[in-house]
């Protein structure tokens, strides 16, 4: 049973450019959340797509973007990359519907990027 | 605005010394509490979750409860393989975690 995958797993960026994280999720998942976690710190929510829309979103800025395909894997981008943007980006999936905050997530292991 | 806080930051324990860690939380329409161990490099992995106050769950050397106002993981005589973050989180926020020490 394939859990949920990330790619890349690293990435170094120069401030400016612009990137793309990829998400598969967990075989039977329908919904994918994405999270920004800065070392030593609790993820930070950034949004959650469902049904090919975002569904929700936290306190992020327009730069971060994202898009949920037909077989529910999911893409995160961010634009105008800024020294604050390093991190690692976990992706979670989980059953969606109206009970998509009572389920568990199932993370993946991260994209570690690096903007310098 | 909904807020999950967990206390303490870190904590270093000898193997076989029992503690507690807590999570606070101030959430409108609670769905569940979830507590999460995260080791280095890696995603959290899932624990439990809690869905009304006075529930317990259990899984080897751990024990989460949960009241109306905050949410406790005790460790019961823990081994150096618990070393790890532990996050909680409430409707898809996360706390900072408590980063556990444990020593042989």
């Known amino acids: 049973d394939a859990g949920v995958t990330q790619s890349p797993t690293h990435l170094i960026k120069t401030r400016g450019q612009q990137v793309t994280l990829r998400c598969s999720p967990k075989s039977g998942h329908d919904t994918v959340s994405w999270y920004q976690q800065a070392l030593g710190q609790g993820p930070q929510f950034i949004f959650q797509y469902y049904e090919e829309e975002e569904r929700q979103r936290g306190n992020f800025p327009d730069r971060f973007s994202g898009h949920q395909f037909p077989n529910y894997s999911s893409e995160l981008n961010v634009n105008a990359l800024l020294l604050g943007d390093s991190a690692l980006y976990l992706c979670a999936s989980s059953l969606g519907g109206q009970g998509a905050n009572n389920s568990p997530l199932h993370f993946g292991n991260g994209t570690r990027l690096t903007v310098t | 605005e909904d807020q999950v806080t967990q206390s303490p930051e870190a904590l270093r324990l000898q193997e076989g010394e029992s503690s507690s860690l807590n999570c606070s939380y101030t959430?409108?329409?609670?769905?569940?509490l979830f507590w999460y161990r995260q080791d280095p490099g890696k995603g959290p992995e899932f624990l439990f979750t809690l869905y009304s106050a006075g529930e317990e769950k259990e899984k080897e050397r751990l024990k989460a409860t949960l009241t109306k106002k905050e949410s406790f993981l005790h460790i019961t005589a823990p081994k150096p393989e618990d070393s790890a973050t532990y996050l909680c989180?409430?409707?898809?926020?996360f706390g900072t975690g408590t980063r556990l020490q444990v020593f042989p």
């Open positions: 959430v409108s329409g609670l769905r569940g």
């Open positions: 989180a409430a409707k898809l926020i």
